[in-house]
C-alpha cells in the first residue's frame, strides 16, 4: 500500500517572484516558502546585518479584533497587559493554556480604542484563530485576514531604504506604526521584526503584494533573504522560535520570559492573574526556586555547531538538560544555541558539556542576545 500523498503546500503572494529569483524553496507551516535565494544564506546573514534584507513572511497568521471589549477581552487570554497599551503602540503576547504552557507567542498592535491588529506564527494560526474565537469571541469580532501579505524589511538601512518610498516612515520608533502608502499599495507598517536588527514589518493586501516586494527589491539597499537567515539572524538575537524554543510544554518563566510580563498582572498587580494557567504562572514569578528548568543562552568553547535535540551533560556527565535551536551565528563567529537546563546550572559562566555524536564540547552559559540588539527607539 503506498503512502498517503502529502497536503498540497499553500504558496504565498510572492510564490512567483521566489521562483524568478532562484530561491530554493522548502516545505515550512503548511507552506512552500523559500529557504534561502542563490547568495546562500552567509551572505544573506550579512547583507541583513550591514544593509537591508526583504523576507516573505506572509505564511503569518493576521486578524483583528474588534469591538469596545476587545481589549480587555484579549487580556484575558494572556499574562499581559493589553488594556492600558496606548493606541498607535505595539507589544509581545503570550498565548497561554490551562496549565500555563505557551499556546504560541505572538504581536499585537493597539489601532484603536476597539480595535487590536494580532500576527501570530503560521504553524499555529489556526488552532490560535480558533482558541482565540473560542474563548472571546462572545465578547469581541475575531476577523482573520487571509487576504493579507506580511512582509518584513529588517537591517540598518531598512529605514533609509522604505523612507524613499514612504517619506515619513522613518519618523516611528520601535514597536509603533501607521498607515502608509508604499509604491500604490496600502500599507500597514510597524517598526518591529525578528533579526534583532532596526527594521519594519509591512502588512499589504495579498494583490499588491508582488508591486510592494519588487519596489522594495528595487533599492540599492534590498536583497532577498530566505527562512534560513532569518532563522540564525533570530537565534544571534536571542529570540524564541515557537515549536523548538517554546511550546505548550513551557511556561513563560521557564522561558526566561518574565520581561513579557507586566507588573498590573503580576500578584499585587491592579489586574494579577485571570488569564489562563495564571495559578502555575504566578506562583513561579513569585518562587523561582520552584522552577525545575529555564532556557539559557550558550556558547560553545571549541568550533563544533551544537544543533536542537543535543543532549547537555555537566562536566561530571550527569544530564542536566537539552539544547532547543543551535548553529554557528555567522554574525557572532562561534557555535550558539538556546537550551533548558536544571537551574542549578543556568547562572551565566556555568560550564556544561554538549554531547555531539558520542564527544562533549564544552559550552558556556552566556547572556543573550548574542548579538547586540540595534532597534531605534528614537
Known sequence: MS????????????????????????????????????????????????????????????????????AAAFESLMPVDVIDLPVGKQRYGLLLNDAGGIIDDLMFFRVAQDEIFVIVNGA????????????????????????????ALQGPQAATALARLAPGVEKLVFMTGGNFQIAGCDCFVTRSGYTGEDGFEISVPAAQAD?????????????????????????????????????????PVEAALNWA???????????????????????????????????????????VPVREHTELQTTGGQKI???????????????IALAYVDPQHAAVGTRVHAIVRGKAVPMEVCATPFVPTRYYRG
Open 124 to 151: 499555529c494560526k489556526v488552532g490560535d484563530i480558533a482558541h482565540i474565537q473560542a474563548r472571546i469571541g462572545q465578547r469581541c469580532q475575531v476577523i482573520p485576514m487571509p487576504e493579507h501579505g506580511l512582509l
Open 3 to 70: 503512502a498517503p500523498a502529502a497536503a498540497p503546500l499553500f504558496t504565498t503572494p510572492l510564490n512567483a517572484l521566489h521562483i524568478e529569483l532562484g530561491a530554493r524553496m522548502v516545505p515550512f507551516a503548511g507552506y512552500s516558502m523559500p529557504v534561502q535565494y542563490p547568495a546562500g544564506l552567509m551572505a544573506e546573514h550579512l547583507h541583513t546585518r550591514q544593509a537591508a534584507g526583504l523576507f516573505d513572511v506572509s505564511h503569518m497568521g493576521q486578524l483583528r479584533l474588534v469591538g469596545p471589549d476587545a
Open 261 to 303: 510580563m507586566q507588573k498590573v498582572r503580576r500578584t499585587g498587580g491592579a489586574r494579577a492573574g485571570g488569564f489562563p494557567g495564571a495559578d502555575t504562572v504566578l506562583a513561579q514569578l513569585d518562587n523561582p526556586a520552584s522552577l525545575t528548568r529555564k532556557r539559557v543562552g550558550l556558547v560553545a568553547l571549541e568550533r
Open 321 to 335: 538538560g537539552e539544547v532547543t535551536s543551535g548553529l554557528l551565528g555567522p554574525s557572532f563567529d562561534k557555535p
Open 211 to 251: 508591486t510592494l516586494a519588487r519596489a522594495l527589491l528595487a533599492q540599492p539597499e534590498v536583497k532577498p533573504i530566505g527562512l534560513g537567515a532569518r532563522n540564525s539572524l533570530r537565534l544571534e538575537a536571542g529570540l524564541c522560535l515557537y515549536g523548538n524554543d517554546i511550546d505548550t510544554t513551557t511556561t
